[in-house]
C-alpha cells in the first residue's frame, strides 16, 4: 500500500478511534485496538472511492440518491469480509479507478464527493448515532479528496 | 516538582482511579492489574493471549503492550491450550491502602485533623451503609423541592449533580456511579418537563421514591423503566443521548487539551482529571441504556438500539478507565519512556509500520497521553 493510502486510512481509522463500537455489531462485547480501527478505515475509504469512481463514470446526479446509499452499504458489507492483504490490493486498485475518473471529470469532483459523503453518512448512520456518522464521512470524504489530488499531481 | 508535589499528585491518580466507578470495582481491576504485572517477563510478551483465574472472557494483548483487546469468546485459530492463565495474588495492597499511606504522609503539611477526615471518609464510602445513605439525601431532598415546583427541583438536581461530579467525588464522599445517577435524573428531569405530550404528573414524583431499592443506581434505573413505562421512552433516549454528546465533547476536549505553560506532571493530572469526567458521562450514558433495556414493552427497533448503544458507549468507557490505570502506572514517566523506546528500536530496524502502531494504539485507541504529545513522543523528546 501507497503511503499515501495508508495516512488516509490512519487519519480515517483515528478519527473512528473510540467511537468504533458504532459501527460494530451491537450486543458484540469485544474491545477493539487499533488494527480493527484501521481495518475499519481502509473499509470506510473503499466504499467512498468505489462509490465516488461509479457515480462519477455514471453522470453525477443521474444515479445518486437512494441507489448509491445500497451501493455503498453493499461495498462496506463486501469489504469487511475480506482480508487485510485483499482489502490493502482492493484499495489501491479502487484508488487509481477512482483517480482516472477525477482526471478525466475534475468539474464533477465537489458535486459528486459531496452526494457520496452525504450517502456514506446515510449508511453509517442506520447504526451509528447520526452526529457520529456525519463527522466520520465528511473525514472520509476529505481523506479521499487529499488522496485523489495527490495522485492528480503525481 | 519537589517530592511533597509528586505524592500529591500521586493520590490523585490513585483517587481518581478509586471512585471513578466505585471502590469495589476499582479494587479489582488494580488486583487483577498487580496479578499481570506479577507475572515472569517472558508471559507478557505482546501478542500472547490471557483469563484472569477465575474470570470469564480473555484478553489478547496488544501487539505494542500496555493494554489489551477484550474477547467474550476465544476466536478460531486460537489454540485454548495457549491461554496464559493469571492467578490471583493475595495480599497485593489495596489502592485503598496506598492512598492511606500517602495521606499519612503528607499529615505534617495537610494536618493530622483533615487528614484522619478525608480517611473517615473514604472508610464511609466503602462501608455497607454508604449507598442507602446517599439514596436518601438525593430521595429526602426531591421530595422537599417537588412542593415549590419545577424551578426549585431544576435547581437541587443541578446544584447535586455539580457537587457530586467534582468536589464530592475528589473528596471520597460519593462514588462515580452515583455522580452518574444523578446526571441521569437531571438530564430527564429536563426533558420530562418540556416534553410534549406533557409527563404523566404522578410520574416526576416516583424519581425520588426510595422505596424497595438499596442505591441511588437502583433508584434512577427504576424510574427510567417508569419513564418507559408511562409512554415517556423518548424523553428518556433523549435525556441519554444529550449526555453522551456530553461525553464526547468532553472527551474531544480532553484529548486535544494544550500543555500551555504547565509543568507535564499537573498538564498529564488536568488530562486525566478530564478523562474521568468523560467517563463519568459514558457510565451514566451505559446505565441509562441498560436501565431502558428492562423494559419489556420495548419494540424489536427500540431494543436493537439501546443494545447498540450499550455496546458503543462501552468502548469509550473502558478506554477511559484503562488510561486512568496506566495514569498510576505511569507516574514515574517510565511508560512513556518505555512507548519512546519501542518506537526508536522499531524505526531502528526499519520499521516504520510498528513505529506508527505504537504511537496510534497510545494516542488514538487507549489515549493514554493527550494528543498534544504525539509528536514529542515521535520525535523523541
Redesign the interface.
Known amino acids: 500500500m501507497t503511503s499515501e493510502l495508508e495516512e488516509a486510512r490512519r487519519a480515517i481509522a483515528s478519527e473512528i478511534g473510540p467511537d468504533i463500537g458504532e459501527f460494530t455489531p451491537a450486543g458484540e462485547k469485544h474491545l477493539f485496538g487499533w488494527d480493527d480501527m484501521l481495518a475499519l478505515g481502509g473499509v470506510f475509504l473503499m466504499a467512498f472511492l468505489a462509490a465516488f469512481a461509479k457515480s462519477a463514470g455514471e453522470e453525477a446526479g443521474k444515479k445518486l440518491g437512494a441507489a448509491l446509499v445500497d451501493y455503498i452499504a453493499e461495498q462496506i458489507k463486501a469489504w469487511r469480509s475480506k482480508s487485510p492483504q485483499e482489502q490493502s490490493a482492493a484499495l489501491e486498485n479502487v484508488t487509481s479507478a477512482a483517480a482516472k475518473m477525477a482526471a478525466a471529470k475534475p468539474e464533477l469532483m465537489a458535486a459528486v464527493s459531496a452526494a457520496v459523503e452525504s450517502a456514506l453518512a446515510s449508511v453509517l448512520g442506520k447504526d451509528a448515532e447520526s452526529d457520529i456518522a456525519d463527522r466520520i464521512s465528511a473525514k472520509v470524504r476529505q481523506q479521499a479528496l487529499k488522496l485523489l489530488s495527490l495522485q492528480a499531481a503525481a | 516538582m519537589d517530592a511533597l508535589e509528586r505524592k500529591a499528585l500521586a493520590y490523585a491518580a490513585l483517587q481518581r482511579l478509586w471512585v471513578t466507578l466505585d471502590p469495589a470495582s476499582a479494587e479489582i481491576r488494580w488486583q487483577q492489574e498487580f496479578a499481570f504485572m506479577n507475572l515472569p517477563a517472558e508471559l507478557k510478551a505482546p501478542g500472547h493471549w490471557y483469563q484472569h483465574q477465575g474470570d470469564s ?1 480473555y484478553i ?1 494483548y ?3 503492550g500496555d ?1 489489551g ?4 469468546e476465544l476466536p478460531a485459530g486460537i489454540d485454548a491450550a495457549s491461554i496464559i492463565i493469571i492467578p490471583q495474588v493475595p495480599g497485593f495492597p489495596s489502592i485503598y491502602e496506598d492512598m492511606k499511606g500517602l495521606l499519612l504522609d503528607s499529615a505534617a503539611v495537610q494536618g493530622d485533623v483533615n487528614v484522619q477526615r478525608i480517611i473517615a471518609d473514604m472508610d464511609e464510602l466503602r462501608s455497607p451503609t454508604h449507598a442507602s445513605r446517599i439514596k436518601s439525601i438525593i430521595a429526602a431532598d426531591g421530595f422537599g423541592a417537588l412542593a415549590s415546583g419545577k424551578q426549585a427541583i431544576a435547581d437541587d438536581l443541578a446544584k447535586k449533580l455539580q457537587a457530586f461530579s467534582t468536589v464530592e467525588l475528589q473528596r471520597n464522599k460519593v462514588t462515580g456511579f452515583e455522580a452518574a445517577a444523578v446526571m441521569l435524573l437531571y438530564s430527564l428531569y429536563r426533558q420530562l418537563v418540556t416534553a410534549t405530550p406533557a409527563a404523566p404528573a404522578n410520574l416526576i414524583p416516583k424519581m425520588f421514591d426510595p422505596s424497595g431499592v438499596s442505591s441511588l443506581q437502583e433508584m434512577t434505573a427504576r424510574f427510567i423503566h417508569d419513564c418507559c413505562a408511562a409512554g415517556m421512552g423518548n424523553a428518556a433516549s433523549q435525556a441519554i ?1 444529550d449526555i ?2 456530553g461525553g ?1 465533547a468532553t ?1 474531544a476536549a480532553s484529548r486535544s487539551m494544550l500543555p500551555g505553560n504547565l509543568d507535564p506532571g499537573v498538564y498529564l493530572d488536568s488530562y486525566y482529571a478530564g478523562l474521568q469526567q468523560a467517563a463519568l458521562r459514558f457510565l451514566a450514558v451505559r446505565w441509562g441504556w441498560q436501565s431502558v433495556l428492562v423494559f419489556a414493552g420495548l419494540s424489536d427497533d427500540d431494543r ?1 438500539r439501546a ?2 448503544r450499550v ?6 468507557l ?2 477511559c478507565e484503562t488510561a486512568l490505570m496506566y495514569a498510576v502506572k505511569d507516574l514515574d514517566g517510565s511508560r512513556y519512556r518505555q512507548q519512546q523506546q519501542a518506537i526508536r528500536d522499531a524505526r531502528a530496524a526499519g520499521d516504520e509500520e510498528k513505529a ?2 505504537v504511537l ?2 497510545v494516542f ?2 487507549v ?1 493514554f497521553y493527550p494528543e498534544a504529545l504525539k509528536d514529542v513522543m515521535s520525535k523523541g523528546a
Open positions: 472472557g489478547e496488544y501487539p505494542s493494554a483487546e477484550f474477547h467474550a443521548d453522551r454528546l464526547d472527551l436493537q443494545e447498540k455496546n458503543a458507549v462501552e468502548e469509550k473502558v478506554r506508527d502502531a496510534s494504539n488514538d485507541s489515549f
